[in-house]
């Protein structure tokens, strides 16, 4: 059986990030064709340098071909991940080969047609990326305008035959797949001048008067330089996004389990592969809960993997709970920011995109972190409570505002990380009251505290336990009583990920005490989850235990930031490919196992005469 891959047409002005985001969505694949439509036979060496640079920097999984023969190049590898760079340099060389710049009308009916057809059908991962007609900078004369109608005409062509079209603004990707088709009418002979000449506008009608489109915030980074190896984070977005509303924010509708049925088939296919059933081990489990998620077996590749690094402040962080000061949270933001983080490096590893959020930074952190921050810090958990419930319900719409922002567009596993000095302490209290465990059972070395340290810390893990068992039962006020600001918008975040129905791998004990929340919160939302590993914190095996979730790694890490998930993601990737690549015994031409019987069959020795 043969998944057929996505067809996704990318359009952007230039320097948009689109073709960023293109090599994004192939980022899995270990090997990609990349289809470059622009000159390369040229005197301009500031522009030969610049396709040198851009070469280098796809690297060796990139086979690079020079063309513009797009629809015989598709159909002459229908199942190799493609990029094709971009359509616009491809329709301009077709202008040039075929004289029309100077034609008084121009049918490209059939040669579209042709390269369309190509495009519906061709079977493997396929991006597309095209100027969008306005976006881009073309001359206001006759040949300009020819360009502008004729790529207009090529981009909805494109867009027919394809799965998914984005939109890259400003580095802000919008998914326009399932947005309203304008079909234009005739236009009058005397239209191109009608509409160059200013309109005032009317009277504004209920009609006209559409709501904001909300801009997803998953972005693709601007290429830059980064060392090999990292990942540099995605901004969180304009500063002056609309924040979510709070109203209800802890309230979930009924989360529905993965497909089961897809599971069972899953688990028959696993029964068919080259070799000994189970032999493969927890790699085979894996392989199922993810096409089961997926509702399709074989499962899809996973190709937009995202982190979400949570970052906030905890006022008992000021008690001597760390080993580290508080100030350490702000200069960790911009490090992750920068790409020198190990969340960044093991990112890169598996193609994985990584976000960070300023959820309570106890300082001034750069906007587009801060969209959605509630306040700077949370309370002392020891003697006050840490959040007000009005920001807790702010955390948690935010947590589902980013799940919902991502899934849109087109990111197809979360992971949760966190940043915060302290965050060790309101997660013991969490899962030790949860849990219902004693204070010293939950209380472990954090960042790498000494005895003293690790006295201190067990008492602000008493005290606050003490305060949180009044709301064992109400987990809105537990999170506000001794939460923060992150562990809220993680518990949103998780939740809000079962809702939409996509598979997120937990991290350590901080997000792992955030996911008892959000199962609290939104029942069922367990089964959308994997524990990526097993930390060194005592309080994470409790919640692991709570939870029913079996680790994929056991490293005796304990840093957070979303790197004991990230650590497991490469076997969850092997587990898909496992699934969608290996051949069963019929395709391979190898012997099954004989059914027992029938191996069995005259073998036994004859019975010896009466």
Not at 164 to 187: E, F, H, K, M, Y
Not at 285 to 307: D, F, K
Not at 411 to 436: E, W
Not at 503 to 513: E, F, Q, S, W
């Amino acid at each position: 059986m043969t998944t057929r891959g996505h067809r996704t047409l990318i359009l952007g002005g230039v320097r948009s990030g689109k073709s960023d985001h293109g090599e994004d969505l192939l980022r899995a694949h270990a090997s990609v064709r990349y289809l470059a439509t622009g000159p390369t036979l040229t005197t301009d060496t500031e522009w030969t340098a610049r396709v040198e640079r851009h070469r280098a920097r796809r690297g060796d999984r990139y086979t690079t071909v020079e063309t513009t023969a797009l629809a015989d190049e598709l159909h002459a590898h229908p199942d190799a991940a493609t990029l094709v760079d971009d359509l616009g340099n491809w329709l301009a060389a077709r202008l040039d080969a075929t004289g029309a710049w100077s034609a008084e009308t121009v049918d490209r009916t059939a040669e579209n047609s042709e390269l369309c057809s190509a495009i519906d059908g061709f079977d493997g991962d396929l991006v597309l990326i095209s100027p969008e007609v306005g976006l881009a900078p073309v001359p206001p004369t006759p040949a300009g305008r020819l360009f502008q109608d004729q790529l207009g005409v090529l981009n909805a062509a494109v867009a027919a035959v394809c799965d998914r079209v984005l939109l890259v603004v400003a580095g802000r990707v919008i998914d326009l797949s399932d947005a309203a088709v304008v079909t234009p009418a005739t236009p009058a002979p005397d239209a191109e001048l009608i509409a160059a000449q200013p309109i005032s506008p009317g009277p504004a009608t209920p009609e006209a008067s559409a709501a904001p489109v909300p801009v997803p915030v998953a972005a693709p980074s601007v290429p830059v330089e980064l060392p090999t190896g990292v990942v540099r984070v995605e901004a969180d977005g304009p500063g002056d996004r609309p924040r979510p509303d709070p109203t209800d924010a802890e309230v979930f509708g009924p989360i529905d389990p993965p497909d089961e049925a897809i599971a069972d088939a899953a688990r028959a296919r696993q029964l068919t592969l080259t070799k000994p059933a189970g032999s493969l081990g927890r790699l085979e489990e894996l392989g199922v809960w993810i096409s089961a998620c997926q509702g399709v077996c074989p499962p899809r590749p996973i190709t937009a993997p995202t982190v979400v690094v949570f970052a906030g402040d905890h006022g008992v962080a000021r008690s001597g709970v760390s080993a580290y000061p508080p100030e350490v949270t702000v200069q960790m933001v911009a490090n992750i920011a920068e790409g020198g983080a190990a969340v960044n490096v093991l990112a890169a590893r598996s193609g994985a995109r990584v976000r960070v959020v300023d959820m309570a930074v106890d300082a001034d952190t750069p906007p587009q972190f801060g969209t959605y921050k509630v306040r700077r810090g949370s309370g002392d958990l020891r003697v006050t409570d840490a959040l007000t419930l009005d920001e807790t319900r702010q955390a948690i719409a935010a947590g589902r505002a980013i799940a919902d922002d991502l899934i849109d567009a087109g990111a197809d596993l979360l992971i949760p990380g966190d940043l915060g000095i302290g965050n060790t302490t309101p997660s013991a209290v969490i899962v030790g009251t949860l849990a219902r465990r004693e204070p010293v059972e939950v209380v472990g070395r954090g960042t790498g505290i000494d005895d003293l340290g690790w006295m201190r810390k067990a008492a602000a893990i008493r005290d606050g336990m003490r305060r949180a068992r009044p709301h064992r039962n109400d987990p809105l006020r537990l999170l506000a009583a001794v939460g923060g600001a992150d562990l809220a918008a993680m518990a949103g975040y998780l939740a809000q990920a079962a809702v939409r129905k996509t598979p997120a791998i937990l991290d350590g004990v901080v997000v792992t005490a955030a996911a008892l929340i959000a199962a609290e919160l939104a029942p069922g939302a367990t089964r959308w989850w994997l524990a990526g590993h097993r930390s060194a914190e005592p309080a994470h095996s409790i919640a692991l235990e709570y939870l029913d979730l079996q680790p994929v790694v056991e490293f005796s890490m304990r840093l957070g930031e979303g790197t004991g998930a990230l650590a497991a993601l490469p076997a969850v990737m092997s587990a898909v490919d496992v699934l969608t690549s290996m051949s069963t015994f019929g395709e391979a031409g190898v012997s099954e196992k004989p059914a027992a019987d029938d191996a069995l069959a005259g073998t036994e020795p004859a019975e010896a005469p009466a």
